[in-house]
C-alpha cells in the first residue's frame, strides 16, 4: 500500500455519499506496499463509526478489475473472511476516484503477526484450503498476471541491475521455472483462483483468531501449490537468513491438508514451486527498487531477501 494518488476531503465524502456509508469523519493515507493508492476513512452512520479502506488503482484495469473485486465478493458470500467489495445505489463495485478505478472495503478487525508461531500458521494453511475450495466455483477468469509470462518479460528488464553471480542465478532459475512449466507433472497440477500474495502483512489476527485476509490485487487463476509456496516462503521462513523453519511449515501443510490433502504431482512439484515463488517475488522487488515510481508515500522492499530464499530453497529442497 502507499500513496501514489492524492484524494481530497471532498472527493472522500462525495463517494461515501454515494455508497450509502454516512458521514465522512477521517481520512488518512496508508504507507507501506508499491502498487496502488490506499487510504483508511472513517464514517459515522446512525452515530455508529466505520472503518474502511479505499483503493485507487494505479496500475490494474478497468477491464482487470472486476476479477479482483467480483472474487472478493464470491469468497465473502461463502464464509471466507475476505474485505467486502462496497456497491453504489446501481449495484456497481468498482467506482472512480481522481480519474482512477477506485474500490472500497471493510477494514478488517485485528493486526498483523509479523512474527507468527505455529498456531498462526496453521490457522493460514487451513484457511487457505477453504479459500481454494470456496474459489472453485467462481464464474471468471483471469491469469496469474505475475506469473512465468511475466518473469519472462521482466528478467531482461532487471538483469543491467543486478550483479554477475545474480544474473547468472535470474538466469538459470527462469531457465529452470520454464522447464517445470512444460513438464507433465506440472499440468497436473489443481489450478483455480488463488491470492498469490498471501504475506504476513496481509492476514489479520484478534486474539490469536485469524480474521480475515486481505490485498488480493494480485490474485489470478494458477496452481493452488503456486499460492502455497509463496506462503511457505514468507510464513515458514527465518525472515533475517530466509532459511526453512521445519516446524511452522510441518504445522502449515497439515493444517492445510485436513482441509484439501495435496494430490500427488503437488508432492513432487513442491520444492520447485517453492523456487518458483521466491523468484516472483526475487523479480517484482528487483523491478520495484531500481525502477521505482513516485509516491507520497512509498518504501520499496528489500530485492535481496528473496534472493536469500531462493538461494535456500535450491540448496535445501523442502518435502511434503
Keep these: 500500500m502507499a500513496v501514489f494518488t492524492e484524494v481530497g476531503q471532498d ?26 493508492t490506499n487510504y483508511f476513512v472513517t464514517t459515522v452512520q446512525d452515530g455508529q463509526q466505520a472503518e474502511w479502506v479505499l483503493t485507487l488503482f494505479e496500475r490494474l484495469t478497468a477491464e482487470q478489475l472486476p476479477f479482483y473485486l467480483h472474487l472478493m465478493k464470491h469468497l465473502a458470500q461463502r464464509g471466507i473472511p475476505v474485505p467486502d467489495p462496497q456497491a453504489d445505489r446501481d449495484g456497481d463495485i468498482l467506482h472512480q476516484v481522481r480519474g482512477k478505478p477506485a474500490a472500497v472495503v471493510n477494514k478488517l478487525a485485528g493486526h498483523s503477526e509479523l512474527a507468527p508461531t505455529a498456531a498462526h500458521c496453521a490457522s493460514v494453511g487451513e484457511m487457505l484450503a477453504r479459500l481454494h475450495l470456496a474459489a472453485r466455483d467462481f464464474n471468471r477468469s483471469q491469469p496469474n498476471l505475475r506469473g512465468l509470462a511475466w518473469w519472462n518479460e521482466t528478467v531482461p528488464v532487471v538483469l543491467p541491475f543486478a550483479g554477475p553471480q545474480q544474473a547468472d542465478l535470474l538466469r ?15 499440468a497436473a497440477l489443481p489450478r483455480g ?46 525472515l533475517p537468513t530466509g532459511a526453512h523453519d521445519p516446524l511452522r511449515c510441518q504445522t502449515f501443510l497439515q493444517a492445510y491438508q485436513r482441509v484439501r490433502p495435496l494430490a500427488a504431482a503437488e508432492r513432487r ?20 527498487f531500481h525502477l521505482p ?28
Excluded at 456509508?21 to 504507507?31: A, K, S, T, Y
Excluded at 486474539?207 to 494458477?222: I, K, N, P, Q, R
Excluded at 512439484?269 to 526475487?282: D, Q, Y
Excluded at 518504501?299 to 518435502?319: T, Y
Design 193 to 238: 483462483p488463488i491470492h498469490a500474495d498471501l504475506f504476513r502483512d496481509n492476514v489479520m489476527f484478534q486474539d490469536g483468531a485469524l480474521t480475515g485476509f486481505f490485498d488480493f490485487y494480485f490474485a489470478g487463476v494458477d496452481s493452488w501449490l503456486f499460492d502455497i509456496g509463496v506462503c511457505l516462503n514468507d510464513w515458514c521462513v527465518d
Design 11 to 36: 472527493e472522500a465524502r462525495e463517494l461515501a455519499q454515494r455508497l450509502g456509508l454516512g458521514e465522512l469523519r477521517d481520512l488518512r493515507g496508508i504507507q507501506g506496499g508499491i502498487e496502488n
Design 172 to 186: 538459470s532459475e527462469l531457465a529452470f521455472q520454464n522447464h517445470v512449466a512444460e513438464s507433465s507433472a506440472y
Design 269 to 288: 512439484l513442491l520444492p520447485a514451486m517453492l523456487r518458483a515463488g521466491a523468484l516472483r517475488f526475487w523479480i517484482s522487488r528487483l523491478w520495484d
Design 293 to 320: 515510481r513516485e509516491a507520497s508515500l512509498l518504501k520499496p522492499h528489500d530485492p535481496a531477501h528473496f534472493e536469500r530464499v531462493l538461494r535456500q530453497r535450491i540448496a535445501h529442497p523442502v518435502h511434503a
